[in-house]
């Protein structure tokens, strides 16, 4: 699975703008995200369509975020992952 384009990144344009305003991340490059130093996010694309890596408690999580209702599931879960307590 390679990482995503820069045309894959532009069909998520506003899913990128909700990650920018969370608390504690930083974006690198357009589209990989660090966390306290360390990697926390980044997009991949295949056959199958565009997914999100997130930084889990203990691994990687693998989200599709081809459509709103994937793509609000995977803001649901990076935000409890930024914001455990809440």
């Not at 990144?9 to 990989?32: A, F, K, N």
């Not at 199958?48 to 408690?57: I, S, T, Y």
Request: hydrophobic content about 40%; aromatic content about 10%; charged content about 35%.
């Amino acid at each position: 699975m390679k990482h995503a384009t820069t045309q894959a990144l532009d069909r998520i344009e506003d899913l990128l703008q909700e990650l920018r305003r969370l608390p504690d991340l930083r974006e690198r490059s357009r589209g990989v995200f660090y966390r306290a130093g360390k990697a926390f996010l980044h997009f991949h694309e295949d056959p199958k369509g565009l997914f999100a890596d997130v930084r889990g408690a203990d691994e990687w999580e693998r989200f599709c975020v081809d459509g709103h209702n994937q793509q609000a599931l995977f803001l649901k879960r990076t935000s409890a992952l930024l914001n455990p307590l809440e």
